[in-house]
């Protein structure tokens, strides 16, 4: 199986393991934030989407971006799912099997390995630059990954198990992925006070992460193992969903 999980706006101050790759499209992510590095504070405050002082940090981080220390790219976020993955307690041998399976979604490398090395940055899906022929980054992705990701998860078993989120599936062209490969896609819901569900941000994220973690740490090969994941009240319900789609609830 390959996984997908989405990148984190949060990141580490610095880690204490050193990565052991590159990044795939590391031309690429060197193109687009040299476009970055070309705009004022102001201007990447409105791209981004973000705060002055937001915008000022990342204006730095761009001007830098060539000469700053990287990081592996599983181990630099500190985002909700990433909180609950805690890579930083991994084995080696989860790592290393990680290396093989974990694809990060990111708007700014397109795809990761987890010890890729990368360095601190924002980038959201909307952002327009020449680089890019004035369309949003996301669009400007899509017809570099979209064979990469089929073609890495034909190469394992064709299955992809999709722990990243829909705002990630525009890097791609999703209705050729799922055409061509068999996509699993866990789905997390909180059972209401009325007894309903409901599908809730923190939970699907803390859930997602901590699922990342349970396929690394005991290196799952096929997609029916994933129904013994339990996390925080979290198990998995056959009654509910199909198999594509399995349903873990938190009672």
């Known amino acids: 199986m390959q996984i997908l999980l989405a990148n984190a706006k949060v990141m580490f101050k610095e880690v204490n393991r050193k990565p052991v790759s590159e990044p795939l499209f590391q031309d690429v992510a060197n193109l687009l934030a040299a476009g970055m590095a070309q705009l004022d504070v102001a201007e990447l405050a409105k791209q981004l989407d973000c705060n002055h002082k937001l915008a000022a940090e990342n204006w730095h981080r761009y001007q830098n971006f060539f000469n700053e220390e990287k990081m592996p790219a599983l181990l630099a976020y500190n985002g909700q799912a990433y909180k609950h993955l805690r890579a930083q307690s991994l084995s080696d041998e989860a790592l290393d099997f990680g290396q ?14 987890p010890m890729d090395g990368i360095v601190h940055y924002r980038m959201e899906h909307c952002v327009k630059l020449p680089v890019t022929q004035q369309i949003p980054v996301n669009q400007f992705w899509k017809d570099k990954l979209t064979n990469v990701l089929i073609n890495s998860v034909k190469a394992d078993d064709g299955i992809l198990v999709h722990l990243s989120t829909e705002e990630y599936e525009h890097l791609f062209d999703w209705k050729r992925v799922c055409q061509e490969i068999k996509v699993i896609h866990p789905l997390f819901y909180v059972r ?38 339990e996390y925080e009240g979290f198990t998995y319900n056959p009654r509910l969903g199909e198999p594509d789609y399995p349903h873990f609830i938190k009672e």
């Open 100 to 113: 093989k399976h974990l694809w990060i979604t990111c708007f700014l490398y397109g795809l990761l390995r």
């Open 192 to 229: 209401q006070p009325d007894g309903g569900l409901k599908m809730q941000a923190v939970w699907a994220k803390t859930a997602r992460g901590a699922m990342v973690r349970f396929i690394l740490q005991n290196q799952l090969m096929f997609p029916e193992e994933l129904n013994a994941f």
